[in-house]
């Protein structure tokens, strides 16, 4: 790997205006809220949160389907929005959630897996085929499903001939959004370690977003935690699962089940519910929750976590400057 990122947001943001009702004014939702960080070439950087952070809608603004409201994203040092739209494509590529959604259901798995290459006239006829037929292979998927449509298969095979359509330009970034959640746990193992296999043997560059806790620390270098649209916490995989800094990342460590006989449902302790994303709490927004929350939580905002440098953006870590403060 190198220190040069190949893909870096630089105090992103992206609001909404949300419709509160006919009587009521529309409000702003700051879904990505000032993210910076660096995604250097040939590594997984993962980043996880609860429902509503804000990670299914900053992996649109690192594909370019969604704009930036403020800030930019940068691909090889270029900001993607002086990149066309098709040269973009052929080096990031998603992989989602639901492959029977991103699978288009009247076409046969060789006409999906080979649809990118047509669209950007990549070879000829003969060559998209055989191109298509050996990812298809490698990600194994035999040479009679070709002809098979999407409804005739299970939905880890489904996810394997997304994988086969996110490869088959041969990009440098892939951008998967949730791509096992929506598996049984037996075929999530299969898809990791096949998405592991892959990134070694085609050198490739990994964002994986995902709520599950397990399947990151499996298959991240890094990990990058969200909280109402802000990177509260960033680290190397091994410091965010055995020494965590910032509290919301402790909280979602503690809310993973365990198969420990008498364990039980974790209690977290958190405070006040869920918070509205359309009126966040004023300082850390964070603070209601947090169990160690003192003074300056409710009034100063944290600094945020910068690019690739380790830290969390908490005043238990980063005490915030007062003039006249006692020592």
Known sequence: MTEHPILETVNLHRRFRVTQGPFKPSATLNAVNGVNLRVRRGET???VGESGCGKSTLAQMLLGLLPATEGDVLFDGQPVRNISRAAFARRVQPIFQDPFSSLNPRKTLLDIVTMPLRVHKLGTAAEQERRARQLMDRVGLPARFADRYPKELSGGQRQRVA???????????VICDEPTSALDASVQSQIL????ELKADFNLTYVFISHNLSVVEHIADRVAVMYLGRVVEAAGVDQIFD??????TRALLDSVLTVAPDAGVPELALGSGFPNPLRPA????FHPRCPKAFGPCSTVVPQPVLADHP???CHLINPPMTTGAAA
């Open 243 to 248: 020494a965590p800094q910032h509290p919301y």
């Open 163 to 173: 994988i086969a359509r996110a490869l088959v330009m041969q990009p440098d970034v």
């Open 311 to 313: 830290g969390a953006a």
């Open 45 to 47: 950087l993962g980043i």
């Open 193 to 196: 370690n096949l998405l592991m």
């Open 282 to 285: 004023p300082g850390c927004s």
